[in-house]
């Protein structure tokens, strides 16, 4: 099946530091991934839709200065979160939509838990 | 604007118990696609169904079924016998395509207890 692959899984680090989250699709093309967010006991929110080539579209409220999403090639979307602060400790998951196969459901990642000191 | 809502916030039972989680959707489209996933504890989401709108044939897998009531809105889940595995968070979602953003709702949490 349709495997998508985020790295890291966890990340502690300084605040005031930039951290970059890493999806990937390992076997199939994807030219949408998806980004959400999850507080912890919360639900997940979609932070951004990031499509190949092109300017990724944010959510209402996202800072695109903030969270700067880059969808290089049909396989590697990444997020990174810049100068990070306590706030911004979360889960951030990943997903991607088959190329081709827009009916299909998208295919997530396993997540990165972000923590911010 | 889309809604998904997940009145049960936690459920907890004992192991062998039936457990219905409910879910509830608002949406203005005529096509759209209902889904189920599980977030154990380990953080990542798997997928257990995808629905589409006109497709209301209730569907049991295993031990998991699901009640897809377009008259109320409704696309409810349940475990039937469940087990200690089984706890976990459980998410309802809409979307407008098979693929498309997903509207999530606020999440289940289900404790089988032994």
């Known amino acids: 099946g349709a495997v998508v692959s985020q790295h890291p899984s966890r990340v502690i680090c300084k605040s005031g530091t930039s951290v970059k989250i890493e999806c990937r699709s390992l076997?199939?093309?994807?030219?949408?991934m998806f980004w959400y967010r999850q507080f912890p006991k919360q639900s997940l929110m979609l932070m951004a839709t990031?499509?190949?080539?092109?300017?990724?579209?944010?959510e209402q409220g996202v800072e695109k200065d903030k969270f700067l999403i880059n969808h290089a090639s049909l396989t590697l979307s990444t997020l990174t979160v810049t100068s990070a602060h306590p706030e911004d400790s979360s889960f951030y998951i990943c997903?991607?939509?088959?190329?081709?196969?827009?009916?299909?459901?998208?295919?997530f990642g396993d997540g990165t838990r972000l923590s911010i000191l | 604007a889309q809604k998904v809502t997940q009145a049960q916030t936690e459920i907890s039972v004992v192991e062998k118990e039936d457990v219905t989680l409910d879910c509830v959707y608002e949406?203005?489209?005529?096509?759209?696609?209902l889904f189920w996933y599980k977030q154990p504890p380990s953080g990542e989401l798997v997928f257990l169904i995808r629905?589409?709108?006109?497709?209301?044939q209730n569907e049991i897998s295993g031990r998991y079924s699901w009640n897809f009531q377009k008259s109320t809105s409704s696309f409810n889940f349940t475990i039937t016998a469940s087990q200690v595995v089984d706890s976990a968070v459980y998410f309802c979602?809409?979307?407008?395509?098979?693929?498309?953003?997903?509207?999530f709702g606020e999440g289940t949490q289900l404790t089988v207890n032994p």
């Open positions: 997903s991607a939509r088959v190329r081709g196969f827009s009916n299909q459901p998208q295919h």
């Open positions: 076997d199939f093309q994807a030219t949408t």
């Open positions: 990031s499509n190949e080539g092109s300017k990724a579209t944010y």
């Open positions: 949406t203005r489209d005529t096509t759209y696609y």
């Open positions: 629905r589409n709108s006109f497709d209301e």
């Open positions: 979602a809409l979307s407008e395509e098979s693929g498309s953003r997903l509207t």
